[in-house]
């Protein structure tokens, strides 16, 4: 059983920047990778940015590339986002996710809000 907590949500302007950060705890040992999804009111979930705990490959939505840099924190089990030049339709509910293995996301947390005003 592992544990997600994000947090760092919250509102800004369009331009400005908001870190989300997310602690996993329990079976940590076997972390394969941690993803941040997103999801707006009335839309599908969607993948933003996740990283793989061992060599730290990234990955990232081509909606969010060159804005949003995802990074951890091994000692503490902690992901973080980095998001930059925040645009309206970055509002959104922001999930953290905990995997495994390859592909599949086990655990979830609750979502913090972050909204972007124009």
């Known amino acids: 059983q592992v544990h997600v907590v994000e947090s760092g949500g919250g509102l800004v302007q369009a331009g400005g920047s908001l870190r989300l950060s997310c602690a996993a705890s329990?079976?940590?040992?076997?972390?394969?990778?941690m993803g941040w999804f997103r999801q707006a009111p009335g839309k599908e979930r969607e993948f933003v940015a996740a990283?793989?705990?061992?060599?730290?490959?990234?990955y990232y939505a081509d909606s969010v590339k060159g804005r949003f840099t995802i990074s951890r924190d091994n000692a503490n089990n902690t992901v973080y986002v980095q998001m930059n030049s925040l645009k309206p339709e970055d509002t959104a509910v922001y999930y953290c996710?905990?995997?495994?293995?390859?592909?599949?996301?086990?655990?979830w947390g609750q979502g913090t809000q972050v909204t972007v005003s124009s």
């Open positions: 990283i793989k705990w061992r060599g730290g490959s990234t």
């Open positions: 329990g079976r940590t040992l076997s972390t394969y990778a």
């Open positions: 996710a905990w995997s495994g293995r390859l592909n599949e996301y086990d655990y």
